[in-house]
């Protein structure tokens, strides 16, 4: 499944791809649909060199290793592998130097720049692809390729925040709210006005609260990640904070913030944005998610039923994860 241009995403018949020295070679068995793929067929982030295959959150099976590639990771043929956003960085800038390749300015992404998971194979560096545990299913372990992965970076820069606020609960958030529940943190639940649905499922996945985006929690939060791309949930978000306190915006995409009075913002309160991820949120996330027993709802989609999946995410006419099953 192919974005043509914005607005048009169609089937194709493509030649097998081949991996270059550096590359391996998966058949894709599982791809999570993510709302950063709605934002790249919608236009909202640009596509540099269209036609592209989205999809980011790849699990599937290596094929073949170039010549290199198991110089980079020990990877061989029928390893079980993951393939996220981050796909390529040039490894000598000052923000790869640094421990910062999420914001290398030669960053490639999966399924942007490098054709992704919507396709039956893929190539991907093999720097940029991780072993997976064993243990649960191709389609339950897609979302942590990247939901999970920006879950859990925008976790992180919350500190030690106990009162947890998570605006908008989709796919990162019902993964990272098992994660901040295995941490010992109280996670408070916001959605759009009305959806009970939504509300329960949270209360499922380990908040002890959960109200609409509009109303304010019965205590005051320590931190707030917006994962909804709503820019006007941050400045709901600045007035559920006590002194001290952080919102951290997860999306790639969002909205144009609305001016706020300074009042909201002062008493040391911090707005923050997440790019990306890095090797070691992967690594680090992935050994989490086992410890803790961190389980993705998920709802599989035919390859050649992308589209589909694509606009229900957008209606929200699910709870948890869409995912692409290529191996039924």
Same mark, same amino acid.
């Given at each position: 499944?192919?974005?043509?241009?914005?607005?048009?995403?169609?089937?194709?018949?493509?030649?097998?791809? %081949?991996?270059? !020295?550096?590359? $391996?070679? $998966?058949?894709?068995?599982?791809?999570?649909?993510?709302?950063?793929?709605?934002?790249?067929?919608?236009?909202?982030?640009?596509? !540099?060199?269209?036609?592209?295959?989205?999809?980011?959150?790849?699990?599937?099976?290596?094929?073949?290793?170039?010549?290199?590639?198991?110089?980079?990771? =020990?990877?061989? =043929?029928?390893?079980?592998?993951?393939?996220?956003?981050?796909?390529? +960085?040039?490894?000598?800038?000052?923000?790869?130097?640094?421990?910062?390749?999420?914001?290398?300015?030669?960053?490639?992404?999966?399924?942007?720049?490098?054709?992704?998971?919507?396709?039956?194979?893929?190539?991907?560096?093999?720097?940029?692809?991780?072993?997976?545990?064993?243990?649960?299913?191709?389609?339950?372990?897609?979302?942590?390729?990247?939901?999970?992965?920006?879950?859990?970076?925008?976790?992180?820069?919350?500190?030690?925040?106990?009162?947890?606020?998570?605006?908008?609960?989709?796919?990162?958030?019902?993964?990272?709210?098992?994660?901040?529940?295995?941490?010992? %943190?109280?996670?408070?639940?916001? +959605?759009? =006005?009305?959806?009970?649905?939504?509300?329960?499922?949270?209360?499922?996945?380990?908040?002890?609260?959960?109200?609409?985006?509009?109303?304010?929690?019965?205590?005051?939060?320590?931190?707030?990640?917006?994962?909804?791309?709503?820019?006007?949930?941050?400045?709901?978000?600045?007035?559920? @904070?006590?002194?001290?306190?952080?919102?951290?915006?997860?999306?790639?995409?969002?909205?144009?913030?609305?001016?706020?009075?300074?009042?909201?913002?002062?008493?040391?309160?911090?707005?923050?944005?997440?790019?990306?991820? +890095?090797?070691?949120?992967?690594?680090?996330?992935?050994?989490?998610?086992?410890?803790?027993?961190?389980?993705?709802?998920?709802? !599989?989609?035919?390859?050649?039923?992308?589209?589909?999946?694509?606009?229900?995410?957008?209606?929200?006419?699910?709870?948890?994860?869409?995912? @692409?099953?290529?191996?039924?």
């Amino acid at each position: 499944m192919q974005i043509e241009r914005p607005g048009v995403l169609r089937s194709v018949e493509r030649e097998n791809p %081949r991996p270059g !020295p550096d590359e $391996v070679l $998966v058949r894709v068995k599982a791809c999570g649909v993510c709302r950063t793929d709605l934002h790249l067929l919608d236009g909202e982030v640009e596509i !540099p060199e269209p036609p592209i295959i989205p999809g980011h959150q790849i699990v599937g099976t290596v094929v073949e290793c170039g010549a290199r590639a198991q110089v980079a990771e =020990p990877l061989e =043929p029928g390893m079980r592998v993951g393939i996220p956003w981050l796909g390529w +960085t040039c490894g000598s800038c000052r923000y790869c130097l640094s421990g910062r390749e999420n914001l290398c300015e030669l960053a490639r992404f999966t399924g942007r720049d490098i054709d992704g998971g919507y396709a039956e194979l893929t190539v991907a560096d093999a720097r940029y692809c991780f072993a997976l545990p064993e243990g649960g299913s191709d389609l339950q372990l897609a979302p942590l390729l990247c939901a999970g992965l920006i879950g859990y970076r925008a976790l992180g820069m919350t500190g030690d925040a106990e009162r947890l606020g998570l605006y908008g609960f989709g796919s990162s958030a019902h993964i990272i709210a098992q994660v901040a529940r295995f941490e010992g %943190r109280r996670v408070f639940a916001f +959605t759009r =006005p009305g959806d009970e649905a939504t509300q329960a499922f949270a209360l499922e996945r380990g908040a002890e609260w959960a109200g609409d985006s509009s109303t304010s929690p019965p205590e005051q939060l320590d931190a707030a990640i917006v994962f909804a791309s709503a820019g006007e949930l941050v400045p709901l978000a600045l007035r559920a @904070l006590a002194k001290g306190g952080t919102v951290v915006c997860a999306g790639i995409h969002m909205s144009e913030i609305p001016c706020f009075p300074y009042e909201i913002l002062w008493g040391e309160r911090t707005i923050r944005s997440v790019a990306n991820l +890095t090797r070691r949120d992967a690594r680090e996330l992935l050994d989490l998610a086992s410890r803790a027993g961190v389980r993705t709802d998920v709802h !599989p989609y035919a390859l050649e039923d992308a589209g589909g999946a694509l606009e229900d995410l957008r209606e929200g006419r699910f709870t948890g994860s869409a995912v @692409l099953d290529l191996a039924g």
